[in-house]
């Protein structure tokens, strides 16, 4: 499925925080959405799940606006991974997983035997079947956060949203995420701040500024050190990576290029 963002403006409390954002994703691709802290990626993704409400634009789904879409089509149309909340917290996993698939019963509908083993299924996949009874609020942060993965999986539409999915995991648990994310046969776009993982596993990114866009295009494209440099405020630059064939990015501080560090005698290599 396409998601089309048609200079999407959004205001919150009173101030313009996205303006103009026009964004368009192919059906089946992954497209990480990049930016400083507080360049709107979190807004423009709740456009999308229609949390916030644009003050000017339009967002669509191959060509329904998500504005007209009935609550429960976009429930089943778009999934996504949230942030645990306090409410989860007296749920088992099992119950947290089963809530991804509330959008397909009826108001007192009851989980099916299809249901516990979508659920089961998504489990499986994030390696998390082990804490299937287990309470979500005696988890740690990346083992609720591969969880809140299970659940959205289990939703199961052609349209995920991730919001910083990796912020909580070991680096084999971010590997695993982005792989299995970019096995699945739907349209993902995922906020993120790893920019050398966005640029190993997206097809696009997209990179926010100050609540407007300013690139959008293949990952290496997009991320080149001056792009970084400017939008991020850090020294950029690219090292090989032999082993992977491909180019990595290593940052540092732009005052350390401004100004070297004065050198320190007693550190002075010997011989
Ligand atoms: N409820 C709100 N009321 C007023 N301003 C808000 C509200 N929510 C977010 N904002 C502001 O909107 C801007 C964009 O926030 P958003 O959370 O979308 O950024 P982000 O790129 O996801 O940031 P981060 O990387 O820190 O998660 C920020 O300046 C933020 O302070």
Do not use: W
Not at 126 to 150: C, F, N, P, T, Y
């Amino acid at each position: 499925m396409r998601v089309d963002f048609d200079a999407v403006s959004v205001e919150l409390g009173g101030r313009e925080v996205l303006h103009r954002v026009s964004l368009s994703v192919e059906s089946g691709h992954f497209v990480g959405l990049l930016g400083p802290n507080g360049s709107g990626k979190s807004t423009l993704l709740r456009t999308l799940y229609r949390v916030r409400t644009p003050a000017g634009g339009q967002v669509r789904l191959d060509e329904a606006d998500v504005l007209r879409m009935r609550r429960r089509e976009l429930a089943r149309t778009v999934s996504v991974m949230l942030q645990e909340t306090s409410s989860e917290f007296d749920l088992t996993v099992l119950e947290v997983v089963l809530l991804g698939r509330a959008p397909y019963h009826g108001s007192f509908g009851r989980d099916t035997a299809v249901d516990l083993r979508i659920a089961h299924d998504a489990l499986r996949r994030v390696g998390s079947l082990d804490l299937v009874d287990r309470m979500v609020g005696e988890l740690s942060g990346g083992q609720k956060q591969r969880v809140m993965l299970a659940r959205a999986l289990a939703q199961g539409g052609p349209v995920l949203v991730l919001d910083e999915p990796t912020n909580h995991l070991d680096i084999a648990h971010q590997l695993e995420l982005m792989r299995i994310v970019g096995t699945l046969d739907c349209t993902v776009i995922a906020a993120l701040h790893d920019l050398n993982l966005a640029s190993a596993h997206c097809d696009e990114v997209a990179v926010l500024n100050d609540g407007r866009l300013v690139a959008f295009g293949p990952p290496d494209d997009v991320l080149t050190p001056d792009l970084v440099r400017e939008i991020f405020a850090v020294d950029a630059r690219y090292l090989p990576d032999p082993a992977a064939d491909r180019a990595v990015l290593a940052f540092g501080h732009l005052d350390d290029i401004v100004t070297p560090l004065p050198r320190r005698s007693g550190h002075r290599p010997t011989g």
